[in-house]
């Protein structure tokens, strides 16, 4: 399975960005897939997850109600729609995929290589 995540940048805070992860290999399709961070002196971090389905999502208190994940399996991409960005929320973003939905990062196998989100005060 390989990973590439895109859609990272500078946005003011308020502001919204999205992000993709584009899936490749021949099951990519069925795992569930998250996404982390890391922010600059910091531990990574989860953010959000989706089943294979895209039925069930699980999201960290920090971003609930202010970052969606979902997923296309047709494109075999999964985004992250974040609005009301806050400085704090400045790190490099990271998709991963894993056999089951979970928070650990230790229970993802595949991982992208990451793109920058910078939110500016």
């Known amino acids: 399975v390989q990973l590439q995540a895109s859609g990272g940048g500078l946005v003011q805070a308020g502001g919204s960005l999205r992000l993709s992860c584009a899936a490749s290999?021949?099951?990519?399709?069925?795992?569930?897939k998250g996404w982390f961070r890391q922010a600059p002196g910091k531990e990574r971090e989860f953010v959000a997850a989706i089943s294979v389905s895209g039925v069930s999502t699980v999201y960290a208190d920090s971003v609930k109600g202010r970052f969606t994940i979902s997923r296309d399996n047709a494109k075999n991409t999964v985004y992250l729609q974040m609005n009301s960005l806050k400085p704090e929320d400045t790190a490099v973003y990271y998709c991963?995929?894993?056999?089951?939905?979970?928070?650990?990062?230790?229970?993802?196998?595949?991982w992208g290589q990451g793109t920058l989100v910078t939110v500016s005060s």
């Open positions: 991963a995929a894993a056999s089951l939905l979970g928070r650990a990062t230790s229970g993802y196998d595949y």
């Open positions: 290999g021949r099951t990519s399709r069925n795992y569930a």
